[in-house]
């Protein structure tokens, strides 16, 4: 099928579909986009870069308490809300970055993910600034404002458009970014780090500068998911939710630009579907993931590209 | 050995120990503009050592570095790299993810200082797409340019390792064995590249090699180290005769 048709398809299902739903699934698809966006990110390292992060729920985190912060004690409009906590998320995330890109492999993975159990560990025990494990509740949405028009965003719909514009345009910059000569330089460090430093690449600003813009991205999703939920937790910085993005990376395929957005929608999905039947949803979860991860290595897009004949 | 034209390497008696081993005990060396210099000597002299000495993959423990007169000892290899000096690996060392086109294209990007640009596709930048099909062409790559780096035979993948470093437009091309497992013909098209780099591009050549039929055949000048020192340097035909070499070489030699 024609690339473009398919897009178009898709595009017109999802302007669609929340007019064919329930709130419940309206809800569940907007943090599908949310969760595809920080999937996405995170594979900017993984599948790109060749860097194996297990702690991006921190910029996630930091972006969910960044925004809510900002409504419950500074401001309630809505682009100061989702700035702090997207300029939060970067700041952190170059802050670490640096600190993490000195190692590779293994050793980054264990780097980012105890300086995540640190963030975890500082929003949990800080509360009387971020409410401790209690978490912080009834933060109202702000309206999206365009000069002299208010558009509320309470509406679940008007949220999920929202939340779907800003997320597909952060996919289609992360895109552009990974075609961009910039790009093809995290993808030869991702192939063999020792030939691009000796061509002149300084392999580990290019980690940085690739772990930063994972981070922004990872911050805006967590943003975005407090406007959703209105209520968060330190959960969100626990190592678990950094786990998410590693496994729709996987069951999407990370060698694929699309794999971690197919790889979030049939996780959430199947997360949502399983834990309605039964209480031991994970055991299930866990069950089906492994059989996913070990008949198709290259994930779901992996399998389907390669039916088609793409390699 | 050619007159008159300047220095584009001098090493000062560079020093490397790994524990009480002496890989390179107290190297000089000066190699001039546009020579072929061979570095030869049986396993274990110290050549690769010597190599990742100056590219700066391994800090000396003595000695200093010059390159055209400029001090880079202990530098980073990325910063070497960037002044013009290239060079290619013993083991090959490509980027297997990505195509031939692509592989060329990466050092390209560094080459011609886009390394941030974001704001377009690689694959749509002119200047960038002709400067790699130039090099793939030059190479005889153009063929296999959509090709994945890890689908390409042995022979290939050296070729496209010389590519990736010519690419980067050096004015220092220090190459690990470029023929290494190479077949007679493909042995016979690299030195013929080697020729013509030196001759139409102008480039400073030093390599080292197994193969003394190529070391004897391109060569300007040829070093010989052994246990990581000098024991004779000069022309092919004063190497060849010099005693100390035969006895170095003796048992040890494998062509």
Redesign the interface.
């Known amino acids: 099928m024609n690339r473009k048709i398919l897009y178009g398809i898709i595009g017109a299902a999802l302007i669609v579909l929340p007019f064919l739903v329930t709130n419940y699934w309206v809800f569940l698809l907007t943090d599908v986009f949310i969760m595809a966006l920080f999937a996405t990110s995170f594979n900017l390292l993984l599948g790109y870069t060749g860097l194996i992060s297990f702690g991006q729920a921190a910029y996630y985190a930091v972006g969910a308490y960044g925004t809510t912060l900002m409504i419950k004690y500074f401001s309630s409009s809505l682009w100061p809300a989702i700035g702090l906590g997207v300029g939060a998320a970067f700041v952190l995330a170059l802050v670490i970055g640096y600190l993490c890109v000195r190692v590779t492999r293994l050793y980054f993975a264990m780097l980012t993910l105890a300086f995540s159990s640190m963030i975890y560990a500082i929003i949990f025990k800080w509360r009387g600034f971020t409410g401790g494990d209690d978490g912080i509740a009834g933060v109202a949405r702000p309206s999206l404002d365009f000069f002299f028009i208010k558009f509320s965003l309470a509406n679940p719909k008007a949220y999920y458009f929202f939340v779907l514009v800003l997320a597909a345009l952060s996919v289609w910059v992360l895109w ?2 990974v ?7 995290l ?2 460090n ?3 780090a ?10 580990k600003r ?1 980690r940085l ?1 690739a772990f930063t813009i994972a981070g922004f991205f990872a911050g805006l999703a967590g943003s975005l998911y407090a406007l959703l939920a209105g209520f968060i937790s330190p959960e969100l910085a626990f190592w678990t939710k950094s786990a998410d993005p590693v496994i729709m990376s996987m069951v999407g395929g990370f060698n694929r630009f699309f794999g971690p957005v197919v790889g979030a929608a049939i996780y959430s999905l199947l997360k949502d579907f399983i834990a309605t039947k039964t209480e031991n949803w994970m055991f299930y979860l866990g069950l089906i993931l492994l059989v996913v991860v070990l008949a198709l290595p290259q994930g779901v897009m992996g399998a389907i590209q390669r039916r088609r004949g793409k390699v | 050995m050619i007159t008159g034209k300047k220095e584009v390497l001098r090493v000062q008696s560079l020093k490397k120990n790994f524990g009480s081993l002496q890989a390179v005990g107290g190297v000089d060396l000066a190699v001039k503009e546009n020579e072929m210099r061979a570095v030869i000597g049986p396993n274990g002299a110290g050549k690769s050592t010597f190599f990742n000495l100056i ?1 700066g ?1 391994i800090r000396p423990d003595e000695g200093q570095v010059f390159f055209k007169g400029r001090e880079i000892t202990g530098w ?4 070497i ?2 002044l013009g000096v ?2 290619s ?1 013993q083991v090959t ?6 195509t031939v086109f ?1 592989n060329v ?3 390209s ?3 011609q200082k ?10 749509g ?1 002119a200047q ?1 797409r002709d400067e790699t099909l130039a090099t793939l062409k030059l190479l005889g790559l153009d063929d296999l340019a959509e090709m994945k ?1 890890q689908a390409l035979s042995h022979g290939d993948k050296k070729r496209l ?1 010389f590519a ?2 010519l ?2 437009k050096p004015e220092l091309l220090l190459l690990d064995e470029p023929t290494a497992g190479m077949s007679a013909e493909e042995t016979n098209l690299t030195v013929g590249l080697m020729k013509k780099l030196s001759a139409d591009l102008g480039i400073t050549i030093v390599f080292t090699e197994h193969d003394m039929k190529v070391v004897f055949s391109i060569a300007d000048y040829i070093t010989v180290l052994h246990q990581g020192l000098v024991i004779a340097e000069g022309s092919p035909e004063v190497v060849r005769k010099d005693p100390r070499v035969i006895e170095a070489y003796t048992g040890e030699r494998r062509e």
């Open positions: 552009r970014i075609r961009s000569p910039l790009g093809y330089l993808q030869a991702r192939d063999n020792k030939r691009a430093e000796f061509i002149g690449v300084a392999v290019f500068i | 590219t993959d980073v290899p990325h910063r790299a960037r290239a060079r690996f060392h490509i980027f297997p993810q990505l692509e294209l990466v050092p990007v560094v080459q886009r390394e941030l640009s974001i704001l377009r596709a690689a694959r930048i960038l780096g390792e990736i470093v690419a980067c």
